[in-house]
């Protein structure tokens, strides 16, 4: 049981490059959750999405774009990748939101 | 916007000491969770409370949730090396999703 699998798991982007974050589960959940956490700082939500064809924006939602196609994958799309996008993103997921969730290894991510 | 506070924001003791973090939320909650994050790792889920008032324990670790479901704890009796790392709380309003708060980070010393 893989659970939930984020790709790549490190990376260094130039400025104005973009680039996917991928996320999978294999546990037939339904909500799934992107975090960044920043140095020493607590996790702060980019997107979620509650199922299938549905994503909603959360804290930090600028910059950043996703997709639910499929009930297992769930990537983060940077655009114009900025420096103040440095960060560890978690990838989550949770059978229904108020129960835990389950978490990634991270996408270490640093742009120059 | 529903905020969960988490004090203190770092924490060092001594091997063998107790430790503890509180958790506040400015409105009641549904329930809290609560996650450890290891140096370099991911958030693992360690547990959750439901119910007003409610305490459970797990090995040295005491978790508490208030009788107005605004606040809760986490206690660790006699501290070891492998308790290293940042303790967060999670609380979820009704219909909202999970808040969490910025962690309290923990070291110890041998």
């Known amino acids: 049981n893989a659970g939930v699998t984020q790709t790549p798991k490190f990376r260094i982007l130039k400025i104005g490059q973009s680039m996917t974050l991928q996320c999978t589960q294999d546990m037939n959940h339904n909500y799934m959750y992107w975090y960044r956490q920043d140095p020493g700082m607590g996790l702060k939500l980019i997107y979620y999405?509650?199922?299938?064809?549905?994503?909603d924006k959360g804290e930090v939602p600028n910059g950043y774009n996703v997709s639910r196609s499929t009930t297992e994958d769930f990537p983060l799309r940077l655009e114009l990748a900025a420096p103040s996008q440095t960060s560890v993103y978690f990838c989550a997921s949770t059978i229904v939101g108020n129960q835990p969730q389950h978490f990634g290894d991270g996408t270490r991510l640093s742009i120059l | 916007g529903q905020q969960v506070m988490q004090i203190p924001q770092y924490q060092h003791v001594q091997e063998g000491e107790d430790f503890t973090t509180y958790c506040n939320s400015s409105?009641?909650?549904?329930?809290i969770q609560w996650y450890k994050q290891r140096p370099g790792g991911h958030p693992v889920f360690l547990i959750q409370l439901v119910k007003s008032g409610e305490v459970k324990k797990q090995k040295r670790l005491t978790f508490q949730f208030g009788e107005a479901k605004k606040n809760s704890s986490l206690h660790i009796t006699a501290t070891q090396t492998t308790d290293v790392g940042t303790y967060f709380c999670a609380g979820v309003q009704a219909g909202t999703a999970l808040i969490f708060g910025k962690g309290t980070t923990l070291s110890v010393s041998s």
């Open positions: 999405s509650v199922g299938a064809g549905i994503t």
């Open positions: 409105t009641t909650l549904s329930n």
